[in-house]
Every structure is written in structure tokens, then in C-alpha cells.
């Protein structure tokens, strides 16, 4: 059974900073491409940002130079390092991984984060 399970989420001031965490089980994690995404109340999820099995990274361009995702396949988790927050940033934030070996997309159950004075 796979799952991923994010903590990290919660409420800072415009400015701040938070790290997500997102742990995954019942995959090869090293072998897998994760990615966290983002959904604001009334908007579409989408991609913030994503790295591949090799280290590989991309993000959304209203992230770049404000988060920063990496991963730790020791741990078999990844993370999101979010600095300089801003109240656009407000949303609950998904954890994507993507196995191979079974060509499928996982999700987890989502982390809020509220930036707001």
C-alpha cells in the first residue's frame, strides 16, 4: 500500500518561512519523480515544483528563488523549503510521486498553509 504522508503546513506572517515534509512508503522512492503541487479555494492545483529521480528540479515561476524542493533517499521523503511567503502562497499543498514501475501517480492527503498577518 503506498502512501505519502506531508506534514509541515501551517500559519506564518507574510515574510516567513516553512518546510514541508512529505514521507512516502510502498515505493522504490529513489526510482520515483516527486513533486509538490498547490490548490487555493476556488483555483486549479497546480505544479509548484518537481524533481526527478536524478536530482533534477523545476518550479513554477512565481517560486523561483523562494522555495526550493530536494529529497532524501535515505529517508524516503521530500521536502519543500518555502522562504520570503507571501499571502498568494496561501493553499493546501499536495505531494505527488510518480512510480515507474507501475506507471502510476500517488497522492497524499494534503498540508495547509495560511500566510497571513
Known amino acids: 500500500q503506498v502512501q505519502l504522508v506531508e506534514s509541515g503546513g501551517g500559519l506564518v506572517q507574510p515574510g ?41 528540479t523545476r518550479y513554477v515561476g512565481s517560486v523561483k528563488g523562494r522555495f526550493t524542493i530536494s529529497r532524501d533517499n535515505h529517508k524516503n521523503t521530500v521536502y519543500l523549503q518555502m522562504n520570503n511567503l507571501k499571502p498568494e502562497d496561501t493553499a493546501a499543498y ?9 506507471r502510476r501517480d500517488y497522492w497524499g492527503q494534503g498540508t495547509l498553509v495560511t500566510v497571513s498577518s
Open 94 to 102: 499536495y505531494c505527488k510521486a510518480y512510480s515507474p514501475n507501475n
Open 16 to 56: 516567513g518561512s516553512l518546510r514541508l515534509s512529505c514521507e512516502a512508503s510502498g515505493i522504490i522512492f529513489s526510482m520515483s519523480a516527486m513533486a509538490w503541487y498547490r490548490q487555493a479555494p476556488g483555483k486549479q492545483r497546480e505544479l509548484v515544483a518537481g524533481i526527478t529521480s536524478g536530482g533534477s
